[in-house]
């Protein structure tokens, strides 16, 4: 089996590999990401100009572009057979809730099913400077059992870890995303020059607490595996709208 690793953190994150340790014992795996920092860059393509592929060892590339983009690469750019699996992580920081739609780490796993392979998302909930040491061995543990059921198609996993010792998770729990109390997302500050600028992004989110969510799974101390599925189409409303009567 070949295993495509990225990570919206950049060629740098240490989490790397710690992620081709854990992962190396299922199969060849080939690491692509991109050569800085690309979070919340979603699904993202580089449209404008050339990627750069470069080969920083074997089995090891950057690329100067998007998660999507090296997922891509992986799939299309002929340096190698494509994977079999998707595995993007281990984000620092979490990917929970609605975040998952701003997320490079989410969608580079989403890209992994859009080109038919499975694909595996997995974040460590803190900010902290951490070695991502035993937040991939329970990821490790976590692909291992989901491997063990066989590749399914469309399988799309997007995996929470509590930042605790391995030994105090309190297990694994099955989720749902959980939604987002929105506070204040845009920061206004004044530059050295007197004008104002504008920084995304102020605090951590809150979470709503409600029963079986991600948010709520990482809080109680579990590692929360949430299955996602692409379709979007609002079933419910797509039935009454067919009595609208709408007309162009
Ligand atoms: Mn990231």
Same mark, same amino acid.
């Given at each position: ?117 499975? %694909?595996?998302?997995?974040? /460590? ?7 991502? =040491?035993? $937040? !991939?061995?329970?990821? *490790? ?8 059921? %066989?590749?399914?198609?469309? /399988? ?7 930042? =605790?010792? $391995? !030994?105090?998770?309190? *297990? ?13 997302? /845009? ?7 007197? =004008? ?5 992004? *102020? ?46």
């Amino acid at each position: 089996m070949r295993i495509l690793l990225t990570n919206d953190d950049g060629i740098a994150s240490p989490a790397l590999a710690q992620l081709r340790r854990v992962l190396s014992p299922f199969g060849r795996v080939i690491t692509i990401a991109p050569d800085r920092n690309q979070s919340a860059m979603s699904q993202a393509l580089t449209l404008s100009r050339p990627l750069r592929i470069h080969e920083l060892e074997e089995d090891v590339y950057s690329v100067d572009g998007t998660p999507t983009d090296c997922v891509l690469v992986a799939f299309h750019g002929k340096i190698l057979e494509p994977p079999d699996l998707v595995v993007s992580g281990i984000n620092h920081g979490p990917n929970m809730g609605e975040d998952v739609f701003y997320s490079g780490t989410v969608a580079a796993a989403i890209e992994g099913v859009l080109q038919g392979v499975p %694909g595996i998302a997995a974040s /460590l909930v803190t900010r902290q400077q951490t070695d991502f =040491r035993e $937040a !991939a061995d329970t990821v *490790g543990n976590v692909v291992r059992q989901v491997l063990s059921r %066989g590749l399914m198609r469309r /399988l799309l996993l997007n995996i929470n870890v509590p930042h =605790r010792p $391995a !030994a105090e998770l309190k *297990g694994v729990q099955i989720t749902r995303l959980g939604t987002r109390v929105y506070e204040d997302t /845009l920061v206004r500050k004044v530059d050295p020059r007197g =004008r104002d600028y504008y920084w995304v992004g *102020g605090e951590d989110p809150v979470w709503q607490p409600h029963e079986g969510t991600d948010f709520q799974s990482v809080h109680d101390g579990f590692v929360s595996v949430t299955p996602m599925q692409l379709e979007l189409t609002d079933q419910a409303l797509r039935a009454d709208m067919q009595g609208w009567g709408l007309t162009p």
